[in-house]
């Protein structure tokens, strides 16, 4: 059964440096999303991408935040200058067709020093 | 805009009991509705979804969910719980209409804990 996938699992970084975090979403799919969740709190929403564009971002996509579809099977998020409360699991997503079920990857827990 | 509620943020349950983890959402457009289950140190799994039709809904793993509109809820039950059944669930919606990519708003999230 095809899957969404994420890597890597777990991301150590300091603060101030810039992550990358990397999804590969399921092959026919068009919709493309972030989600977030800090420890001991709900996900949150962070983003969606359609058509090689963002379609809807959260107050919580500031500037330091951006995605990108580089090539016909990556999906990235780039945090630029990571702080401590960035820390969290970080979930891609996947969908179809809009307004349908979303497959969310494993995660990535970023951990930020 | 869509907002969740999940009234019980603990919910602790002996084994073979049944179990119902509450939802209420509000919503100015239609919804979809969805129940999501994460053990501990793992992702998102889906055990559930209402997008149309019979309001009541089965899932993976013995769960089902019944859709009231009227009452805006979206109660998840299950008749007997196992020791497996111990994880958070988080109720979702989504919204649907003119965007071209809808979102997902979930709740707080339910701990289920399964004493034997």
């Known amino acids: 059964e095809p899957e969404v996938t994420q890597t890597p699992s777990h991301q150590v970084t300091q603060m101030g440096q810039e992550v990358i975090l990397r999804c590969v979403p399921i092959s026919n799919h068009l919709y493309f999303y972030w989600y977030r969740q800090i420890l001991g709190q709900k996900v949150e929403f962070l983003v969606s991408?359609?058509?090689?564009?963002?379609?809807?971002k959260s107050e919580i996509f500031d500037d330091q935040f951006s995605v990108e579809r580089p090539d016909g099977s990556n999906f990235t998020l780039k945090i630029r200058s990571t702080k401590l409360e960035d820390s969290a699991m970080y979930f891609c997503?996947?969908?179809?067709?809009?307004?349908?079920?979303?497959?969310f990857g494993p995660g990535t827990r970023l951990t930020v020093l | 805009a869509q907002s969740v509620t999940q009234l019980d943020s603990q919910v602790p349950v002996f084994e073979e009991a049944p179990v119902e983890l509450r939802c209420n959402y509000s919503s100015s457009v239609s919804v979809y509705l969805f129940w999501y289950v994460q053990y501990p140190n793992q992702g998102l799994q889906l055990l559930l979804k209402y997008l149309s039709g019979s309001t009541l809904v089965k899932g993976i793993n013995g769960f089902e969910a019944e859709f009231n509109k009227s009452q805006t809820s979206f109660h998840l039950r299950k008749p007997s719980v196992h020791i497996s059944d111990t994880a958070e669930y988080f109720c979702a919606v989504m919204g649907y209409g003119y965007s071209s990519a809808s979102k997902i708003i979930f709740g707080s999230g339910t701990r289920l804990s399964i004493r034997p």
């Open positions: 997503a996947s969908s179809e067709v809009r307004n349908n079920e979303q497959f």
């Open positions: 991408f359609y058509n090689n564009e963002i379609s809807e």
